[in-house]
Structure formats: structure tokens, C-alpha cells
């Protein structure tokens, strides 16, 4: 089943909400929660219609979308959700419109910021979202490195009373996490004979050795 940009529709509508709530005036800024929950609440029907459309018994991918990127370098814009992608969709749809209420009036001590508290949980989940879809394993990376810079704001000016040491060990702990998982990419970016695209890594043959040092930098 094609795309029809649905997936591209699903990580963009947070990604544009979230600039939209950053950028409201400052006479408008009480309706930012609102704001900021009409759109999760869009991206949780952009959802349900794609578990509604999903055919269990088609594809392995369905809603793939495949656009040029940088094609001399092996990436594309390739995005697409199988059935334990789909789930995952599902689960973050459904939990940051809870998450928007659940900070509803206490989204920190900082009232004149709230705005920007809650245009980072939708940038936050824009960039969850591409990441579960994505079927480039660069276009993955990209945007999940991303996803550091908003959760550490959050942390860093929403936390509790450590929240700058919280932000900052979650910061480095991941980067590093992210380094290792990145030569992995690499490996696998040549043994795919110079291709990022997830579906090619697939088709790798791969020695025992080879796929367990792999495991344990994706664990990391």
C-alpha cells in the first residue's frame, strides 16, 4: 500500500504545531495548551486511520513513501510501518495527548514559558514518530539524535530539584549510546554495499560474530 504522505503527515502535524505554539504571541500563550492538544489529538486520528487502513494480511510495509535525499550517498526519504511499528505509532499517539493534560498546571514553576514546554513535547513527538517509520537508517539517525536537544530542555528547565545534572548524564549516556550504534550503521552501510536503506540491511549476510557485536552496540 503507497503512502499517500500519510506517514509524512504524521511526524509534520506536530513538527508544524509545535513551531505554530512557540511562536504564538504573548496575549495568546494561555491557549497554548489547547493548542498544543488539538494537535496531538490530530496526530492520534492521522493514527487510527493508519491502524484502520492497515491490511495485516498485505505487505510487510505498508504507506511507503520513497523520495530522493542524497543519492550519490546511499539515503532516500524513505518511510513506511509494519505491524510492530504500527503499535508503536499507536502508543505514542495516544500518550502524549495524556501527557499534554497530565502537565496541564504544572508544567513548571516557569509560567511565562509553559508556551514552549509544550511546543517541545509535540517537536519531541515529531521526532518519536519519524523515527519508528523510517525505512533509511540515516533519515532514522538524524532525527533521533534530534530528539536529544528537546527532551534535554525539558529536563534541563521543567525537572525536579537535579534536573540540570538530570539533563545533562542523560544527554552524554545516550550520545554515547548513539556513537556505537552509528559504527554499527556504518558496518552495515558498506556491507550493504553503500546503501542506508533498512530494507537492503535486511539482505545482509551477516556471521554469527558479526551479528552479535552488532546486538551489543545497538544495546548500548
Known sequence: ????????ALWAVP????????LLPAAARAFARW??????LVVLVIALVLALRFDPSGARYQFVENHPWIPSFGTGYILGVDGVALVLVALTAVLVPLLIIAGWNDAGAQAKSTHAYFALILAV????LISLVSLDILLFYVFFEAMLIPMYLVIGVWGGPRRVYASI???LYTLLGSLLMLVSFIYLYFQ?????????????????????LLFVAFFF
Open 125 to 128: 513527538e515529531s521526532m518519536v
Open 169 to 171: 548524564k542523560f544527554f
Open 192 to 212: 550493504a554495499q553503500g546503501s542506508f536503506e533498512i530494507l537492503k540491511f535486511h539482505m545482509v549476510p551477516l556471521s554469527m560474530t558479526a551479528q552479535i
Open 1 to 8: 500500500m503507497t503512502g499517500m504522505w500519510w506517514l509524512t
Open 35 to 40: 493548542a498544543a492538544l488539538a494537535v496531538s
Open 15 to 22: 513538527m508544524a504545531g509545535g513551531a505554530a505554539v512557540i
